[in-house]
């Protein structure tokens, strides 16, 4: 399956320019989602209704080859241009995917992100996009945002820089970073929202069901602050149990799938965070909880199992130990 995403070369109506224009990089095996969520909000607000032109705002996917670049899940997207002036567009935007695929980019994207970053152009880095930036050397002084997911991964291969993991994305200058998924709609929003208006902001996301815009500060469901450690082994092991969340395992799985031993992970946690690996688990899933409460319609029973409580009682007692109320309550006052 091919998708062509539209551009600029679609009629537009009257003369009038548009009033953002946006050129998209796409990283082997990038991932679908972050970019359709970011193309979809730029063109549901460039027209009326649901016409798709790109009267008010404009994008375009920029190659060097002009081959069809695979996604994450196999879908394959038809470029519309190749790399060119980059100062026609106001911003150009790498959407990233696999992190084993990021080292893989043609050197010509890079030129030409440093010619962009020459030129003043701000650049977007969504999902990996990222970690792409920051391999062009384009991201010292600057912030960036990481999704919870990579952050142990963007430690690791770019030593001494600090990844924001705790919001859904960071503008700091021309520099726009964000983590990825549903983050790009919101950052996209963001964009609309200062070129176009706020009226088409809001329009992109209500016709894509996402409720309302979120700002940046917006916190990512991750890992709780409180559990923020530059210890190796503490920050994988974190890593792990975010990602079996909803079937928790065992102490000594976490360290058998570290290659370390129960008692030497028990060790690291209590110099690193002070608790045991159960505690900071524990806490991971109320904290985790807390967020589906806030932002979810779900129940207290498909959160309790979401979350990995084996049944609803004991989600309730253990989220009344810690926050001294029911989840029922705890909702209706967030």
Known sequence: MQVSPRSSRFPRRGTTAPRLSVGFILA?????CAFANFVDVLRLAA?????SRPILCEWTVL??????????????????????????????????????????LSPEYARYLQRAAASRVPLVGVCTGA??????????????????????????????LKPVSDQIFIVDRDRLTCSGGASSAHLAAHLVEKHVGRAQARKSLHIMIIDD?????KAQPGIPLDLTTDDALVQKALLLMQQHIDAPLSAAEVARRLGASRRRLERHFQHAVSMA?????????????????R????????IATSTGFCDSSHFIRAFRARRGMTPTSFRTIA
């Open 28 to 32: 082997r095996r990038f991932t679908l």
């Open 47 to 51: 027209d009326e209704g649901d016409r």
């Open 63 to 104: 190659s060097d080859t002009m081959s069809p670049v695979a996604s994450s899940c196999g879908v394959l997207v038809q470029p519309t241009e190749r790399l060119g002036d980059p100062k026609r567009y106001d911003y150009i935007v790498v959407v990233g995917g696999l992190i084993d695929e990021i080292p893989n």
């Open 131 to 160: 970690f792409i930036l920051h391999r062009a050397g384009l991201m010292d002084g600057y912030r960036c945002c990481v999704s919870w997911f990579h952050h142990a991964d963007f430690l690791e291969q770019f030593d001494g």
């Open 213 to 217: 815009a979120l700002r940046a500060e």
């Open 277 to 293: 690996p159960s505690l900071a688990y524990k806490i991971m899933r109320l904290e985790y909880a807390e967020f589906l409460l």
């Open 295 to 302: 932002h979810t319609d779900n129940s207290v029973t498909e």
